[in-house]
Structures are given as C-alpha cells and as structure tokens.
C-alpha cells in the first residue's frame, strides 16, 4: 500500500508563502517523476509544477518565478515553495508521484495524495 501524506496547507494573505510536503510511504518500486496539481472550486485540475528524478523542472506559467519544487530523494519528499501567493492561487493542491507497474516496465502507476487546501485572502 502505497501512502502520500501532504502537509502545509492553510491561510494566508496576498504577498504571504507557505510550503507544501508529501511525503511517499509504503511498497513503491521506484519513484519516478513527482509533481503538484491543484483545483479550484469549478475548475479542473490543473498541473502546478513537477520534478524529474535528475530534479528538471517544469512550472505552470501562471506560477514561473513565484513557486519552487523541490525534492528530497532519500526521504521520498517532494515540496513546493510558494511564495507571493494570490488569491487566484486558492486551491486544494494534490501530489502526485509516477512509479513502474514492475520492473523494466515503461508502462507506470500514478499516486495521488488527499489533498491540502491553500486559501489566500485577506
């Protein structure tokens, strides 16, 4: 069983930063790439950032220069660092991680975590 526990969620004023962590636990193969998707309230989820094994990057535009991902691959952690947060950043954020169904395999398993809710507002 395969657990990805998030944390670091909350409220916080425009201009403010919080820090999200999921942390991956159980029987996992091997983790691949990790990624933050977020989704607003009657929109669909969307990709926020993701990190590759060799830690390449790749942001939504909407949050190039503010977020920072990051991960820790002897803890199985992936972070986003947010900062100058907007209130079009309200959203619940789920990690994500991309793992092989077995060994050699290209085909992959993706893990979702249970989400964390960012609400910005003053």
């Known amino acids: 069983q395969v657990q990805l526990v998030e944390s670091g969620g909350g409220l916080v004023q425009p201009g403010g930063s919080l820090r999200l962590s999921c942390v991956v636990s159980?029987?996992?193969?091997?983790?691949?790439?990790m990624a933050w998707y977020r989704q607003a309230p009657g929109k669909q989820r969307e990709l926020v950032a993701a990190?590759?094994?060799?830690?390449?990057?790749d942001y939504a535009n909407s949050v190039k220069g503010r977020f920072t991902i990051s991960r820790d691959n002897a803890k199985n952690a992936v972070y986003l660092q947010m900062n100058n947060l907007k209130p079009e950043d309200t959203a619940v954020y789920y990690c994500?991680?991309?793992?092989?169904?077995?060994?050699?395999?290209?085909?992959?398993?993706?893990?979702w975590g249970q989400g964390t809710q960012v609400t910005v507002s003053s």
């Open positions: 159980g029987s996992i193969l091997r983790i691949l790439t």
């Open positions: 990190i590759t094994p060799s830690s390449s990057t």
């Open positions: 994500k991680v991309d793992s092989p169904a077995y060994p050699g395999s290209r085909m992959t398993f993706d893990y």
